[in-house]
């Protein structure tokens, strides 16, 4: 067979195990990816439960990445604590161990079942759950194909005196061979994939279990980095988790690089196949990483917390004004707290103002700024509800506790509308950018004019907040009113405008009607800041509905 198309048939069986890979994953986290989170959830009562928990996990995800960007996002709510965080990424790293365990023996009969039991719940259920299944067992039966694929292909080269002179080069330098596993891996993004490469290159002798074991080492150290090229922005919380993770297996590899002819002779002692003496060698070196960490994981953690301390963002406003030493002072409490909530509502005007122009012509750089924005606002929400609720605990007046509740209301209904713009419009500016649509004219103009109107209320329902003017907080609701009819003129002419055909409308339907609904819904929390205001002066009826007549 020519060189060329050896090379290609070995590049093809790679690229199918990293797709057969993502394939299993994604439907293990369609499927139990909530039932996951709340796992992960409750993992946090001891080290042995998190660690357990993180070997269940990245079995059936078959990815210590992705658990660790799971762990993540719970460490950034301060969902889970660092030492619990770090237990559940060690017990990840055992856990796809695992994975590579059971594909290392030869599977090669289960293929067709495999495919027939996959295509056939695939295709054959509606139910997504029941379809999330065959998609996990036809990526088992493509994991299975790529292997062979990649032995195949690797036979044909083992004559290569090029391959054998880089080979030897790699062997002669096992530094340079972890560097390499490390950098495959990342590249890769995926350490089973890559541990599954290097057990089917050394089935065939093309590599020696030595070096086979340093590009283990190297591909557990990739699998450290590769969560962190993911999450590099994140906060301190999520840094922690994934530095500690990286350096757990930065030093284990360490170790383990100077004691790697030890270890190959004690497991060639117990294994002579050589395939499942690198299976052995990468789950017995991420057990002792684990034995050796878990009980250091809290020392670990408060280390990891001096060294990695909370640091606001640049950008993000300070909170002068939330001072606790004014907590037994309450009219003044209440008076800076209002001052910080006059402040996070100019944040959220700005990104309701801006978040049109993430529509138009310089659609992405205006999607990113208003986009950044929403960090800030969420800290600065959640800062001020909590100094809110400290001051709640102590006594307060009848006026004070109305006013401290008006601040609450007023600040998470802020938050609503900047997760409605940040989670729902900007998105909507994405897929039109992605898809490269365009709205009508008309269509556009609708859009542009009710915008404006949300805008306008905004700036009003600021202004109601701080007067309390009666007459003001009328024409708050009242106005409420008219966008919710102007909402449905629009919705009536986008729906006249497919019955004629219009192709633009056709093309951009459901975006517009979301974008219609979205600035509805922030209109509504916009207005609600009026209802307390006519609720104490008796303005309000107790309901929308008719009374029936009796």
Known sequence: MAGHTVLLNLLGGIALLLWATRMVRTG??????????????????????????????ASAVQSSAATGLIVVSFAERGLITLAAALAVMLGADVGSTLVVQALSFNLSGLIPMLLIAGVAAFMAFE????????????????????????????????GSAVLAMVLQRLGDDPILAVIVGAVLTWLFHSSVAMVLLV??????????????????????????????????????????????????????AIVALLLLSVFADRIAAIESDPARQIANFHTLFNLVLALVFLPLAGLAARLLERLIPEAKP????????????????????????????????????????????????????RREAVKRLDDPVDRLQEEIKLYL?????????????????????????LEHIGDIIDKSLLELAAKKLRLRLAFSPEGWTEIQELHARV?????????????????????????????????????????????????ASIETSALHLDILRDLKRINAHITSVAYPILEASGELRESRLRVAAE
């Open 127 to 158: 139910n997504t759950t029941v379809q999330n299944a065959g998609r996990i067992v036809i990526g088992l039966a493509l994991m299975i194909l790529s292997l062979q694929m990649v032995v195949a292909a690797s036979a044909e080269l083992r």
């Open 199 to 252: 057990i089917s290159l050394t089935s065939v002798a093309m590599i020696p279990p030595v070096l086979g074991m340093a590009l283990v080492l190297g591909a557990n150290v990739g699998s450290g980095l590769i969560p962190i090229g993911l999450s590099l922005k994140g906060p301190p919380a999520a840094t922690r988790v994934l530095f500690g993770n990286f350096a757990f297996r930065l030093a284990g």
């Open 389 to 413: 609720t400290r001051l709640t605990r102590n006594p307060l007046s009848e006026e004070d506790s109305r006013r401290a509740f008006d601040l609450i209301l007023f600040t998470t209904n």
């Open 28 to 57: 293990v986290l369609r499927a139990l990816g909530e039932r996951f989170r709340r796992a992960l959830g409750q993992a946090t009562a001891n080290p042995i439960s998190a660690f357990l928990t993180g070997v269940g996990i």
């Open 455 to 503: 805008v306008d209320q905004m700036r009003l329902a600021m202004t109601v907040f701080v007067t309390r003017d009666l007459k003001m907080a009328r024409q708050l609701v009242l106005e409420k009113d008219n966008i919710r009819l102007a909402e449905r003129g629009a919705t009536e002419s986008h729906l006249r405008r497919l019955r004629e055909g219009t192709i």
């Open 314 to 365: 640049a950008g993000e406003p300070t909170l002068a004004h939330l001072d606790e030493s004014l907590l037994d002072r309450p009219g003044i409490a209440l008076g800076s707290a209002t001052r910080e909530v006059m402040r996070l509502a100019d944040m959220v005007e700005i990104m309701l103002r801006e978040t049109i122009l993430a529509f138009g012509p310089e659609g992405e750089r």
